[in-house]
């Protein structure tokens, strides 16, 4: 079964550190999507691609978060400089298209912990 | 988006039928109600999902109202690797399509 995936698992960094997440998505997905998950809540979209170009960055803090999806498959969330608030866990998440009948799948998540 | 409205915590024991309720009382008719499962640590699982119809897959069946206000979600025989948090999604077409977590239900079965 084709499964979304990410890496690194673990990221632990200190504070003004740059960290990237890499995405690899479920083969043939065009809509690929970035949630952050803070410890105790639901996750939360950042970002939303549809192949290349990006859809929806309303929630994405863009003077310190980027995305790429340069060729419309796998994707690269980076973050710097790293703040302690940035603890959380990253999710990627891709589908067939942004359709409402059109499932999500999640990865597995990269823990981040920033010091 | 229509809000969805969840027990915080529910318990079942392992072996019995969990059934856990999720209010939606705004919905609108092409909205569709989508369940994950999010186990300890890992990421959101996919369960099922349904428009008006009750649905059954592998995992669980979907049982939506007539009136489509409320859904419940049944695990026939929970096992305890059914422990985790589920969440109750209200899925809107056109709006981009992101997922709008709530707090979810955290299931507890017990031996």
């Known amino acids: 079964e084709a499964e979304v995936a990410q890496s690194p698992r673990y990221k632990i960094t200190e504070k003004s550190q740059a960290v990237a997440f890499w995405c690899d998505p479920i083969?043939?997905?065009?809509?690929l999507y970035w949630y952050r998950q803070i410890l105790g809540q639901g996750p939360e979209l950042l970002v939303q691609?549809?192949?290349?170009?990006?859809?929806?960055d309303s929630q994405l803090p863009k003077d310190r978060f980027s995305a790429e999806r340069l060729k419309g498959v796998d994707s690269t969330l980076k973050i710097q400089p790293a703040e302690l608030g940035d603890s959380a866990m990253y999710l990627c998440?891709?589908?067939?298209?942004?359709?409402?009948?059109?499932?999500?799948?999640f990865g597995p998540g990269t823990r981040l912990t920033v010091l | 988006d229509a809000k969805t409205t969840q027990p915080t915590s529910m318990d079942c024991a392992e072996g019995r039928a969990a059934n856990l309720p999720c209010n939606h009382s705004t919905i609108s008719g092409n909205e569709y109600v989508y369940w994950y499962r999010q186990i300890h640590s890992q990421g959101p699982q996919y369960i099922i999902h349904g428009l008006k119809n009750n649905e059954t897959n592998e995992m669980a069946s979907l049982i939506i109202t007539e009136d489509r206000k409320s859904s419940t979600l049944i695990l026939p025989h929970a096992t305890l690797r059914d422990t985790a948090v589920y969440y109750c999604?209200?899925?809107?077409?056109?709006?981009?399509?992101?997922?709008?977590f709530g707090q979810g239900t955290t299931l507890q079965v017990k031996p």
């Open positions: 691609f549809q192949d290349e170009s990006v859809v929806d």
């Open positions: 998440a891709s589908s067939l298209t942004e359709a409402n009948t059109d499932t999500q799948y």
């Open positions: 999604i209200v899925r809107v077409d056109g709006n981009t399509g992101k997922l709008i």
């Open positions: 083969s043939g997905h065009a809509t």
